[in-house]
């Protein structure tokens, strides 16, 4: 392959539409195919990223991650939103933040939640059900650690546990209302799995009112079939 085929114009890297095209355009190759996927599955793994980000955990070029985004946008796979900033900006236009869609997820065998979900029954089986309790309250741990690593770069708590769950892979933000904050999380890498073990599902509300410092109400989850999972966190969120 040529070197014009890796690389395409400026005013194309700008328009993922016109990237996408072109690169459609071209005959599939077993590469190309077999990079989309380590692309998609590092935002599955990781959560929403950024173009340079990509780049940097899988050891490609900016320009070659922005190819492979180009077509993952253009077939449905990947959406992409401007990245969130907390506190003062700096110069220049904010970074895009690419993630999965329902159609980019559904491309992933689900066997992980099955083999999830037969290890689960099976420490049930020969522990007992504090055992399951035990290990869901474990599973919380990365996004505490998340949460203690970046606190005291965010005016709130809350802000803070939008930014650590995020970095999980759960894609949240926080909606104001009346009565206070609602978390919301619009992607559960483990929803199956919470599905067939609420103990997940507890053990991360009781983790978001140990961090926030505050009663929290879980209202909605993915795992139950709502399209969104939800936690009303009530005024005031810091003391």
């Known amino acids: ?73 253009e077939v449905g796979h990947l959406s992409s939103r401007e990245k969130r900033v907390y ?38 089986q020969v522990a007992g059900p504090e055992a399951i309790e035990r290990f869901a309250a474990s599973v919380t741990g990365e996004v505490e650690s998340h949460f203690g690593a970046i606190r005291s770069e965010y005016a709130t708590a809350a802000q803070a546990l939008v930014e650590a769950l995020t970095l999980e892979g759960f894609v949240a933000s926080l909606q104001p209302v009346a009565t206070g904050v609602q978390l919301c999380q619009y992607h ?9 073990f609420p103990q997940l599902c507890e053990a991360e509300t009781k983790a978001f009112a140990r961090l926030l410092g505050s009663h929290v109400q879980r209202l909605a989850t993915i795992a139950h079939g709502d399209g969104v999972c939800t936690t009303h966190v009530p005024k005031p969120v810091e003391k």
């Open 188 to 196: 559960c890498p483990v929803a199956h799995v919470a599905a067939e």
């Open 87 to 124: 506190g003062p900006r700096g110069r220049g236009r904010p970074s895009k933040v690419f993630e999965l869609t329902d159609l980019g997820r559904s491309q992933f065998y689900q066997a992980y939640d099955e083999l999830a979900i037969h290890a689960l029954d099976y420490l049930k």
């Open 1 to 73: 392959m040529t070197r014009a085929r890796h690389f395409v114009k400026l005013d194309v890297v700008k328009n993922p539409s016109l990237l996408a095209a072109s690169v459609l355009d071209a005959p599939l190759t077993e590469s190309d195919a077999s990079t989309r996927t380590r692309v998609a599955r590092s935002i599955l793994q990781y959560g929403p990223s950024t173009a340079n980000e990509l780049a940097s955990r899988l050891q490609l070029t900016p320009a070659a991650i922005r190819r492979h985004l180009g077509v993952l946008l």
